[in-house]
DNA sequence: AAACTTAGTGAGAATCGTTCTCAACAAGAA
DNA sequence: TTCTTGTTGAGAACGATTCTCACTAAGTTT
């Protein structure tokens, strides 16, 4: 098991949620990976760890993920898409949509002039990271 | 008919679509709308306009103003709202997620800074219109 | 104006992602 | 081990979007 799984299952487990083993699954799944993944992924790549695992549990502990701060929700298209997020303070994240890979960006430089703007118009972000869609350098070049 | 709904029937016609009553009073509402309006939202005034109207052109005829650039596409949750958009450079929308009321800021300093280290890593942004969910003003002092 | 070609149409079925329901289960406390 | 109750899987239900297909009408050609 990941150090990473290891971390969200113990905070987990003190914020008085139950450590599953179809929860232990998607965790070690969603902490080993590389890319944002579908929730379909997330369940294939689950059920090599528990075969028994349902496509609602994945919903449902992804929600738990999410509303714990330890996984962010994404969107490509009509799809939904999740990741691992790192960064806490306002960012970019610069989300591929052809090869699902997503790169985080961080710079006070422009953060600042925008956290100024947005308090300037009174508007209340609810989310501290904002999505970009494109193509990365890799699938620019091979399309 | 306003001038807008005129201005993009003519760019229409020019790239070989037909000007059809349900698409004219799709484009008739779209262009009078004041915030983003769900594709039901659109329907039902359209109808108001021309009562046959069905929900699958609704549909299509965004997509046809989205590809020819009259109109963008934002999400809230998961369902799809529609919003004229009148700024060409690269902008962020404010999407408030209680009255979905879009507000478009534009600031050269930070999207200097943006656009810099976007070529930075090589990503190409294949949206001029950057979506940032949250509260608006007024949402926020009457919660 | 009439005929013609074919893009565009409405209704409803189909599909897709997501959420809900509920009886059965199992994690963790005692 | 027993008990409590949060969690589960399967499938139904749901809402948004897309598809199908016979029919219609926009715009062009006569
Ligand atoms: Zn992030
Ligand atoms: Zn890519
Ligand atoms: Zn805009
Ligand atoms: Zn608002």
Known sequence: MSKRARD???????????ITQP?????EVVARARRSLSPEEILARARK?????GLATVY??????????HLERVRIGNRGYSLACSEK????????ERCRTVT?????????????QLQAVGFES????????GLCAKC???E
């Open 23 to 27: 929860r232990r699954a998607v965790i």
């Open 104 to 116: 985080e960006i961080q710079s006070d430089q422009f953060s600042g002039a925008l956290i100024a």
């Open 89 to 96: 303070a306002l960012h970019f994240h610069l989300i591929c």
């Open 126 to 133: 609810r989310k501290s990271a904002i999505e970009i869609i």
């Open 140 to 142: 620019q070049s091979s």
């Open 60 to 69: 449902r502990t992804l929600d738990v993920l999410q509303a714990e701060g």
């Open 8 to 18: 969200i299952q113990k905070a987990l487990s003190a914020s008085g949620y139950r």
């Open 49 to 53: 760890i528990d075969p028994g695992v």
